[in-house]
């Protein structure tokens, strides 16, 4: 599969941004879908991955955007999106979708597939 993230942008502090992730290939929908991000000098980071929709497509989240960003995946589109809301200065980073042929995870080492990264930039 092949992953095109898109969406980034310039945004104010308490904004919002909405991240696309095109796929083609194969069906989003099969695999457990993954955001993270990274800072300039940081690790990745972990944002949220999302199950299968076979699995139920149950989605988790990292502590630091819990509430305020939301996954979804529009399978008809073969798209996935990340609603990031009420944006924070310290959400500035590089966002990368990713798909991983299992269960999803935390850990950007598990995951096969990546998007080429979108910037974001959260000013104040």
């Known amino acids: 599969v092949q992953l095109q993230a898109s969406g980034g942008g310039l945004v104010q502090a308490g904004g919002s941004l909405r991240l696309s992730c095109a796929a083609s290939?194969?069906?989003?929908?099969?695999?457990?879908m993954g955001w993270f991000r990274q800072a300039p000098g940081k690790e990745r980071e972990f944002v949220s991955y999302?199950?299968?929709?076979?699995?139920?497509?149950?989605?988790y989240y990292g502590d630091s955007v819990k509430g305020r960003f939301t996954a979804s995946r529009d399978n008809a589109k073969n798209t996935v999106y990340l609603q990031m809301n009420s944006l924070k200065t310290e959400d500035t980073a590089v966002y990368y979708c990713?798909?991983?042929?299992?269960?999803?995870?935390?850990?950007?080492?598990?995951?096969?597939?990546w998007g080429q990264g979108t910037q974001v930039t959260v000013s104040s």
């Open positions: 990713a798909a991983q042929d299992g269960y999803g995870s935390r850990w950007p080492e598990d995951y096969e597939y």
């Open positions: 999302m199950y299968t929709s076979s699995r139920g497509g149950a989605t």
């Open positions: 290939g194969r069906a989003v929908s099969s695999y457990a």
